[in-house]
């Protein structure tokens, strides 16, 4: 009986790591939602990372988060460093590309509590009297990733926290 139940295991275990083999090589998180504020508005809170603490869904995880800025205040070259918890764990995030208020490309790089390095891109689209905002983030799925993806995707555990920290940008943009 303990053979039976060993075999079935080991079979299980390869067979979540050959089906992780399947997973693709990148993933891709995306959310939007439209604001009624003009793009330069809702620009001024994605390219000041200083202003990420009225919006961000992860600004408030760790309220003895500590955060370095550099760089310009806003726009190209704006950079953010941050140490936390294990909650927020530790990172850095720079303005590669700003092209305000329609586009705005973000180097996303996380340190802990796993390395990974990211990129992330707000999409400003004026949409009537408002702003239709696309917030995308991509990166590469090493094994580790595809096989936790097995189990539950990236969109899953990220995509909740976009989606809370658009409806806090929408909040503050339309104030």
Known sequence: MIKKTLLLIA???????????????TFSV?????????PDKVAAL???FQKWQLWSPW??????MQRTYGGPASGLGA???????D???????????????????????????????NTTVFTL????????VNWTMTGPSPYVSKVMNV?????????????????NLKEVAEQ
């Open 11 to 25: 079979i299980f275990v390869a067979g979540v790591l050959g089906f992780a083999t399947t997973k693709p090589d």
């Open 151 to 167: 189990f539950v995707s990236m969109d899953t555990m990220i995509g909740k926290d976009f989606d809370k920290g658009l409806a």
């Open 46 to 48: 994605v390219t000041d």
């Open 79 to 85: 950079k953010y460093v941050w140490h936390g918890d």
């Open 87 to 117: 909650k927020v764990g530790a990172g850095r995030m720079e303005i590669i590309e700003a092209a305000a208020p329609e586009r705005t490309v973000i180097r996303l790089d996380f340190l802990k509590p796993f390395e990974s390095h």
């Open 30 to 38: 995306q959310r939007e939602v439209t604001v009624k504020a003009a």
């Open 59 to 64: 600004e408030k995880l760790d309220p003895d």
């Open 125 to 132: 689209t004026p949409q009537g009297d408002g702003t239709k």
